[in-house]
């Protein structure tokens, strides 16, 4: 069973910082894409970021130059820096991760629970 686990989440004034961590465990071969995903009460859950096993990354409009998503793959670890903050980036932010169970099996999309942001002062 694969689990992804999200920390780091919290209550930041405006134009403050967050890091939230996500973590895989459990027994699959590989995660290819990781990435990140908020919803915000009474709106449908949105694209925050995502970062493929290369590195490659994109983001959503709304948090372009402010949230910087990472991983580590050594540790199956995704990252999201945030900064910035405002009180529209309040929302539970969720962990998504394509997981492979073997080589050449597809891959199987995974999530977290999610972890609270809330931005205000």
């Known amino acids: 069973q694969v689990q992804l686990v999200e920390s780091g989440g919290g209550l930041v004034q405006p134009g403050g910082s967050l890091r939230l961590s996500c973590a895989a465990s459990?027994?699959?071969?590989?995660?290819?894409?990781m990435g990140w995903y908020r919803q915000a009460p009474g709106k449908q859950r949105e694209l925050v970021a995502r970062?493929?096993?290369?590195?490659?990354?994109n983001y959503a409009d709304s948090v372009k130059g402010r949230f910087t998503i990472s991983r580590d793959n050594a540790k199956n670890t995704a990252f999201l820096q945030m900064s910035s903050l405002k009180p529209e980036d309040t929302a539970v932010y969720y962990c998504n991760g394509d997981v492979k169970a073997g080589l050449g099996v597809s891959t199987r999309g995974y999530w977290g629970r999610g972890t609270q942001v809330t931005v205000s002062s």
């Open positions: 970062i493929s096993s290369g590195g490659s990354t």
């Open positions: 459990g027994r699959f071969f590989s995660i290819t894409a």
